[in-house]
C-alpha cells in the first residue's frame, strides 16, 4: 500500500479513470493495527487496483472533507469522485471487506 503524503498528491491520485482504494488510519488506533494483520491477502485478491494510505493526523483536513468520521475507513475513489465509503465499524474482519470491495467493484 502507496502513503499519500500531501494532499496535493491524493488529488492527483483520485483523479485516476480507474477506481483506487484509499485507507484512512491513524498510527494509535488499534483497529488499523487490526486491519493491517488481514488487508494483505485481500490486496492481493483485488491486486488490479492500485491501493493507498492516508494517515489522518499527517494530511490533516482530508477525514473531514470526506466525511471519514472513523478509522480505519475504505474509500474507492474514481474520476475525482468519491464512489464508495465503508465505516470503521464495518471494516474489523476481512469477511467485512471482501463483501465491500465485491459490493463496489464488481
Known amino acids: 500500500m502507496k502513503a499519500i503524503k500531501t494532499i496535493d498528491q491524493f488529488n492527483q491520485i483520485i483523479q485516476s479513470d480507474q477506481p483506487v482504494i484509499i485507507k484512512f488510519y491513524a498510527d494509535w488506533c488499534p483497529d488499523c493495527k487490526r486491519m493491517d494483520m488481514f488487508i494483505g491477502e485481500i490486496m492481493e485478491q483485488y491486486n488490479n487496483y492500485d491501493w493507498y ?3 489522518s493526523d499527517e494530511v490533516e483536513g ?5 466525511d ?8 474507492i475513489f474514481q474520476n475525482g469522485e468519491k464512489t464508495a465509503h465503508r465505516h ?14 465485491k459490493q463496489e467493484l464488481s
Open 53 to 55: 494510505e492516508v494517515n
Open 68 to 75: 471519514v468520521m472513523g478509522i480505519p475507513s475504505l474509500l
Open 62 to 66: 482530508l477525514a473531514q472533507k470526506y
Open 88 to 101: 470503521s465499524a464495518y471494516t474489523k474482519t476481512p469477511d467485512d471487506v471482501l463483501e465491500f470491495l
